[in-house]
């Protein structure tokens, strides 16, 4: 075989490898690791929440990340000054690939942040509250576009 051949027979094997790996790649989708999910509870029948936005970490990872931080960084508190039945909104933190439920919190806006109430159980008889700052307030209200209802 001459040089020639061979110079054109290995970049053909390169060429079909990439092109491989490339194709592969494009083929196999990424899967949602944690996903948020924010909703308001339904007008007409309370008992249901009707979820508007879903945020993934494929989609935009920094809201995601920013929601764990605003957990992370809250602080427990007790007896909340809120009305229990009417939350400004629901959000959920899941791990949609393995169906599990990681935070189910409730969500009440006040004058100088927001409270949080996470779901401490398998129902919502037992909640643990927590305070956030005014900033991760309003953070959370423009990443959901918020409006009060």
Do not use: C
Request: glycine share 6%.
């Amino acid at each position: 075989m001459s040089k020639t051949v061979k110079v054109i027979s290995s970049l053909a094997l390169i060429r079909l490898i990439f092109f491989g790996g490339f194709i592969a790649g494009n083929m196999s989708k990424a899967d949602i690791v944690k996903e948020i999910k924010v909703g308001y509870q339904d007008i007409e029948k309370s008992s249901n929440v009707i979820y508007e936005k879903v945020f993934t970490d494929i989609e935009n990872s920094t809201i995601i990340d920013n929601f764990i931080m605003i957990y992370l960084n809250a602080k427990e508190i007790e007896n909340p000054n809120i009305d229990l039945g009417n939350p400004d909104m629901y959000i959920e933190l899941n791990n949609p690939n393995a169906s599990v439920g990681l935070i189910h919190s409730k969500v009440w806006f006040v004058d100088d942040g927001a409270i949080i109430g996470k779901r401490a159980g398998e129902s919502w008889d037992r909640i643990d509250f927590y305070k956030t700052d005014e900033s991760d307030a309003k953070y959370i209200k423009e990443v959901v576009d918020y409006e009060a209802k």
